[in-house]
């Protein structure tokens, strides 16, 4: 496996090869990542992982300083996966000069739910992934495959947007979310919690459940039912941001025609002392 850290480095490497499939990651790697990278590996005729950490995505509250930056630990689980190349540029490689460009996605799509509690978010979220489509996929000369994990629903949707709408000649795959044996889907964040806070962590899915085994027997008040699931985890302590139902198409809430078809999802995302987790469910 390949460890580069500069973009001609990662270019001159890559020309060899005719169709990338890459893995955009943060780090802290887990094995929902790796099973992202088993998924891209048939896809294509090298399989790259980029790691890099992108200020543009976190607000100046956020945890951007103590994110954890564990490169050789990662870059051991990423061989140990199959992965060929891990790209892994430093904050001035990659930024050598403020990021001024950005790609703006609409508002639509990108002011709710994530994007109205962490304002700005999928913007940093876009500007980095075209950014890293650039860097990987410039030398390619045919199918080329970036895969992300649907435990960041909203993530995956906007990125699809952003390459249909901007006709990028990129096949976007997701990944199903890993989880824990107790449920808890698998998250770089969940290194945060305490141990009492990590048993108490799988009750964001379990009320994510609850709502999805509800809309199936079906709920139609649906204000109620995200209203006690809201209940359900601050009684326990939680602060809850979201816990919703929500369109898969557009992420928008169901009319009452949506309501008993499948194009229904759940998403939560709530905080757990100092730590933020987000999970979600297709009905
Ligand atoms: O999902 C992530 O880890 C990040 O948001 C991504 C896609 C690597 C962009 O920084």
Redesign the pocket.
């Known amino acids: 496996m390949k460890i580069i850290h500069t973009l001609p480095e990662l270019r001159t490497h890559l020309a060899q090869f005719k169709h990338p499939a890459l893995v ?3 780090g802290n790697l887990h094995d929902g990542h790796l099973a992202l990278i088993r998924q891209a590996k048939p896809l294509g005729d090298v399989t790259i992982a ?1 790691i ?1 950490v ?1 200020r543009l ?1 976190f607000a100046p509250h956020e945890d951007f300083d103590t994110y954890p930056r564990t490169l050789d630990a990662d870059c051991a689980k990423l061989e140990s996966a199959g992965c060929n190349v891990v790209f892994a540029p430093s904050e001035k490689e990659f930024y050598p000069e403020p990021q001024t460009f950005k790609v703006q996605p609409p508002p639509e799509l990108a002011d709710i739910l994530e994007g109205h509690f962490r304002p700005g978010f999928f913007t ?2 876009c500007t ?2 075209l950014k ?1 489509f650039n860097a990987v996929f410039s030398e390619a000369q045919g199918r080329r495959v970036a895969v ?2 649907k435990k ?1 629903y909203q ?1 995956q949707m906007v ?1 699809r947007r952003m390459v249909q709408q901007l006709a990028l000649p990129i096949d976007i795959v997701t990944g199903d979310t890993l989880r824990a044996p107790d449920g808890l889907a698998l998250s770089s964040r969940n290194g945060y919690l305490s141990a009492d806070e990590r048993a108490e962590a799988v009750q964001i899915s379990l009320a994510l459940k609850a709502m999805a085994k509800a809309l199936r027997k079906g709920e139609k008040d649906i204000a109620a039912l995200e209203a006690r699931a809201l209940q359900t985890l601050a009684d326990r302590g939680w602060q809850p941001d979201y816990l919703t139902v929500r369109r898969r198409h557009d992420l928008h809430p169901p009319q009452a025609e949506d309501l008993g078809t499948d194009d229904l999802v759940v998403l939560g995302a709530a905080r757990l002392g100092k730590t933020r987790l987000i999970d979600n469910l297709e009905v």
């Open positions: 955009p990651t943060m980029s890099f992108n995505q940093g979220v980095v992934v890293l992300f994990g960041d993530q990125i």
